[in-house]
Every structure is written in C-alpha cells, then in structure tokens.
DNA sequence: GCAATTTCTTTACGCGAGTAAAAATTTTAT
DNA sequence: ATAAAATTTTTACTCGCGTAAAGAAATTGC
C-alpha cells in the first residue's frame, strides 16, 4: 500500500481511507486514487486488514446438508443479499454429521464473522457447542430451530403447513395418513407431527402415523422402502398419504409407481400423495406433487435483515425473537 | 500468541512452530504445550498467520450452480478430501452469472488459496477473465474443460456417456432423438452433441436432434415445456428420446407423464427415455430413469489429488493435461 | 478575500504472528 | 562422562495495514 500510495500520489493513510469507504475521500483523490488503481491493480491485504479487527465483513452460512436442493435454493437467496450488502458470505455444510458442525462453528470463530446464519442439524447437533459457540458470535438461526439458542430465530411455521394440508386434504377426501422418519434429524418434522396430530383431533378426526425405518439424508430412498414394505403389507387404513416433506413424497411416488398404483385425486386413481416444504424440483414428479410451499423469499429475506439488525445492534439482541412465516398450499396432480 | 506461551512456559516461537507442525517440536514440549491449550482455548490468529504467507492452506471451490444436485454431490466429496487433508475449503456458486464468477475469482485472489478447483460456467464464463486468474493462481478446471486453461482438467468422458447409452438403446429397440437444450450452458453438452452424431453415423443411422428453446439453469422445465409443445406438435420420429442430461429428462418424463404417455421399455409403452449424468434423483423418477453414471468418486478423487500434486509442485505444471473418467450404463425401467 | 471548515499529509506506533541468528539447554550416541 | 546433535530460548526484525495526533493544504461560506 505504501508503493500504491506513492505512485497514485496520495498518502498511505488516506489510501486506506479509502479503502474502508470510498465516499469517505473527496471526489478529486478518489479519482486520483481509482485511475491509478487501473493501471497497478494493486488490492489490499485482506489478511492485514482483518488482523486487527475483532469484526470482519465475513459472514458465515451454516446448512445442515447443502445437497439438499431446499438449502441449495434458500442459501442461493440469502449469498446474494449478502453481497448485495457489501458482506462477503461464506458457505458451509455440516454434511449431515455433528463432528462436522462442531468443526465449521470452530472454524467459524477464527473467522471472526460479523454474523452467522445458522441451520443446524437438529437432532444431531451438539447442543451445547453450539450454544457456547452463539455466546461468541452473533448468530441467527434459520429453519432449524434450538429452543432458545441464538439471537433470533427465522423459519416456516409448521403449523401453517400440516393445517393447510390437512384441511384440504379432509375437504377433497379421506382423511391422511402421516408418513415420517421414525427418528427425524430435523426439529420441523417433530413439529409437524405434533401438528397433525392436533390438527386431526381438531377437525374430530383419528390420527394416523407411520414412522419408516431408516437414519440420514437419503430421504427419498427411505420413503421409496418403507412404501415398498408397507404396500406389501398391505394395511394402509387410507387412500390419503400426507408426508412430512417432499423428498419423502418423492420416495412414496416412486414406490407406488412401481407397485402399479395410480396416484391422483381423480376418481381413478387409487391414492393421494402430498408433502411439504415444496422442493424445487416437486413440479417435476409424477404426477407433480400436491404440496405447501416455504415462503422461500420472506424466510431467506428476514434472516438476512435480522442479521444485519443484529450486527448494527453490536452482536446482540435484549430478547430472543421467533419469526415464523406463514405457508401455501400448492395444489398439483398428486392429491 | 505472547501470553499463551508464558502460562504454558514455553517460548513464543516454539509455541509458533507446534502450530504450523505439532510434531516438530519435542513431545515433551508438545505436552506441555497441549496441556496449557486445554486450559486457555487460545488460538492463532488465522489473519496474522496468513497475512505474509504468499500461499495459504486455503482452497477454493468454485461450481456454476450449487443448486443443481449433482454439483452439490461432487462438491461434497471434493470438500470432505481436502479437509482431511488439512486444507480448509471454501466453496463458491455463480449461480450461472459470469459478473458473479468473475466477482468469485475476484475474491479469491485475494485468499490467496494454495489451489482451485473451478468447475466454470462453460458459454457464459468470461473465457480472459479465467485464463488471468489461472495464471495467477494455482487452478485445476474439472467438469467444464476450457481449452487450454488451468493447469489440467478433470472430468468425464462425454463420448463414453453418449456411446454407451446409444449403443443399448439401438440395440433394445428404436435409435434415439438427441433432446437437448437450444443453447445449452454448458461445454459438456456440446461433446455430447457431437458425439451423439458421430456414433449415430458410425452405427449407419440418421442422427436426429431436437433442441429445446430456454436458457439458464431451469434444465427441468425446459425439458417440460419443450416437450409439451413436441408432443402437442406430434413430430417425434420415433419413439425413443436421449436426453442430453438427466435434468432435462425429469422434465421430459413429467410431460409425458402429464400427456398421458407411457415411458418404458415394455412393449406396452409409447416412449423410451434415457438420460446422462445419474442425477441423484434419477433413481425416483417415474419410471425410474435409465442414464449413465459419472464416476463421482473417480472425478472428485482424482480432482483433489491433482491439485494437490500441483500444489506440492509449486503450482505450475509442465503440460496441461486433460483426464476424462468413463462412464457406466444404468439400466432402470424408463428405456 | 479571509476565516472557518474539511480534507490530507506526516509521523509514529500497534497488531499477531513468522522467522532468522546466536546463545543456551537438553538429549542422544559413544 | 563427554562430545555431538537436536531442540529451545533470546532477541530482534518484518509484514501490510489500521489509526491516532499534529500540522499543512485545500475547499467552502460569507
């Protein structure tokens, strides 16, 4: 910077003034500062310019498992209002493993965020690293909520989701079944049972849940088993299936596919098959998936502006806010 | 760094040497020097670290789009490699945009990373902008082949995709249409293009190719719409369709489903439908669908370890040098 | 045109490490 | 036990930049 300085002709500290913020120098020198610019391309130290800050302008995303096209598209939103911003975001994915997370949140101080965006794994994180790690660094959660961990939380409201679906389902037809992970890694699905539930019993209505085998991510593969295993049994006590999510959904599809049965809500058809969450490539099953959608844009939007606010608001809010955003139902050919 | 080594009573700069190499220091002092880090938790300040390094132990992990599944799946093999080789990767998404890869590489320059893996963008990559950067920073291109950019390319083998998919569909039944997109983004469908007319003529049959209008990423719903108005229009000259990737047929086997069509090889069935790629949801389509599979594990694996011979060879190599991976027929019940 | 204000320049120090060189200490080999 | 070898300590300098203070220069207001 000093070489810089001299061949712009401008002193070293105001060169870093400018650096820090280029409307912070008069017009004339900026234009002195910037023509020379172009001929050296010469550009600061991140590095030198990070060692003295206690805050940078990184900001850390954390998903649980960005192989998923649902953290794909909502990590999508939310890098671009980061840049957007003037923030330089970095991405991670836990990977669907706690050692993992407990990695990238160790990781993730020595970064020394301005803030973090935090979906956890759930039911695999380690509850107390992460709490520890919140302590540290001014973090919001989203879509994967811990009672009372971070500074905020945002994410969809499951009950709006099962609601919806469960009312339109009852209207159109039988009554669903809830098809679920028997131990879901995502808190959302444990609130989207209970959901049901308390919808069904609201509505004067039997619950009915069927818990499939299996552990991961690999969601679709578990539902394309357990509906291959449960239509060999044969005991479905409805036409009605309603999954906790869309990759589930897309398991269910594909099994029923293969057995032979049609899925629809024409009268033809032998069952109906909704989810949640509308995964981006839902439109695309067979038929196109029956399902409530995420308010992708509010959800992504009020992380970040939450985030920001926190970070304005030096790290930390007096109370811990829960933003839950409302959902839709998008009716297509599956129920 | 100063205080540290006082309370675990060793001088600062043994202390600096444990943390670039733990075992170059007595086990002794390691001890002795482990001891006090459980009890402070303190650690070096990745900044200072690096600030006059010239290379880091940074790696960047550059994809054209992360919501498309099957670079999430890559990238999440490449990402598990280069931490348990020590590295810390850090992973970017164009998100199709040529300002936003540029702005990437942009970025990166200033990590000052030991190495790059960049899988471009292909049409819309800013072919200069990347050839500087290579020139720059150690860089190994995979998926995306540029010619002559990057120190060496990874990827598949187009032609081994097209010819083996080719050859099973003549030999089962009809030889196949080539569907592919109008303008398609990236390199790799147009080796598959060329090599759809060069083993259709070696076969002593007429190619027949039909492009899609569309742009962008939405491969799913350019394969939809495309073949709704195909369909609509009634020009198939057969009955048999290969996609040029698998994203592109989910959206054909939604429009067929959607017409009414059966897709099978049963004899039963009106269409046959193939992919390339063994896209992670190609197993749940329906029917499930008949493709050929990337050697992710080859690709990925091979990726890492050239770029980490290029790095231990001071990021330079003599010769470019392209290594294309062969594919494998999956045969499943869409053709 | 002159004072008040704003912006720059000069000078100097600090940050948290890496690292080189020489001296001191510990370990190993004989 | 002693010499040789390996490791650690001491001391001191470097890197690239942020930033504070004081004074100089340029701009603005009237």
Redesign the interface.
């Known amino acids: 910077m000093e070489e810089f300085a001299a061949v712009s002709g401008i002193s070293r500290p105001t060169v870093s003034k400018y650096f820090h913020d280029p409307e912070s120098v008069r017009a004339s020198t900026r234009a002195r500062i910037e023509e020379a610019l172009a001929k050296y391309d010469y550009?600061p130290?991140?590095?030198?310019?990070?060692?003295n800050r206690q805050l940078t302008k990184n900001i850390g995303i954390v998903v649980p498992y960005?192989?998923?096209?649902f953290f794909?598209?909502i990590?999508?939103r939310i890098?671009?209002r980061c840049?957007d911003a003037g923030y330089?975001p970095?991405?991670?994915?836990s990977?669907g493993e706690q050692a993992l997370e407990n990695?990238i949140l160790d990781?993730l101080?020595?970064?020394?965020p301005a803030g973090v965006l935090l979906a956890a794994l759930g039911r695999a994180s380690d509850r107390q690293e992460i709490e520890k790690f919140c302590r540290d660094v001014p973090t919001i959660l989203f879509d994967s909520n811990l009672d009372g961990i971070g500074e905020a939380f945002v994410g969809s409201d499951n009950f709006s989701f099962v609601s919806q679906s469960v009312d339109y389902l009852t209207r159109s037809g039988e009554p669903p079944i809830f098809v679920e992970m028997a131990t879901p890694a995502n808190p959302n699905a444990r609130k989207r049972r209970t959901a049901y539930v308390t919808k069904m019993e609201g509505l004067g209505l039997e619950p009915h849940i069927v818990q499939l085998p299996g552990e991961g991510w690999a969601f679709?593969?578990i539902g394309?088993q357990g509906t291959m295993k449960l239509l060999k049994d044969g005991n479905l006590p409805t036409n009605t299936i309603l999954c906790s999510n869309d990759r589930l959904a897309?398991?269910v599809?594909?099994a029923c596919?293969?057995s032979g049965l049609k899925v629809g809500q024409d009268p033809s058809c032998d069952l109906r098959v909704a989810g949640h969450d509308d995964h981006?490539?839902a439109?695309?099953?067979?038929?196109?998936l029956t399902t409530v959608a995420h308010d992708y844009d509010s959800v992504s939007n009020r992380s970040v502006e939450l985030l920001f606010e926190l970070i304005d608001n030096g790290g930390r809010f007096e109370q811990r806010s829960e933003v839950l955003f409302a959902s839709r139902l998008i009716l297509r050919?599956s129920a």
């Open positions: 550009r130290n991140i590095y030198a310019i990070n060692q960005l192989a998923d096209p794909a598209e990590v999508r890098e671009r840049i330089s970095t991405l991670f994915s990977h990695q990781g101080r020595s970064l020394k679709e593969e394309y897309i398991g599809l594909s596919y293969e981006p490539f439109r695309y099953t067979c038929p196109s050919g």
